[in-house]
């Protein structure tokens, strides 16, 4: 999936991609023992567990996001990625009829 929710106190603190490791890391010259909190994004969106995949997809393109949080009930739910969407849309898979099977 290339993220993981970050929680801190069962509460959702971040969200960090295996790119935010890379780099933030690298950059910050950051070992492999230094927690993970700070290289997370701190800044997020999520979409209600009930929402449909338009709703998810609206708020991935208002902002300039490729995953969301899942939250039910107050609580973290999962994550969506624009690649479950684009799967859940097109379940034979995004190059289905196009002759390349």
């Known amino acids: 999936m290339g993220a993981v929710l970050v929680v801190n106190d069962q509460a959702l603190y971040g969200l960090v991609t295996d790119r935010d490791l890379v780099v933030r890391a690298v950059a910050e010259s950051r070992g492999p023992d230094e927690p993970v909190g700070p290289l997370s994004s701190r800044d997020l969106?999520?979409?209600?567990?009930d929402d449909d995949t338009a709703v998810a997809a609206a708020l991935m393109r208002e902002h300039a996001v490729r995953r969301l949080p899942v939250i039910e009930d107050g609580q973290v739910a999962g994550i969506v990625s624009l690649g479950d969407l684009t799967l859940h849309d097109n379940p034979a898979g995004p190059f289905a009829g196009?002759?390349?099977g």
């Open 98 to 100: 196009a002759g390349l």
């Open 45 to 49: 969106v999520g979409v209600n567990a």
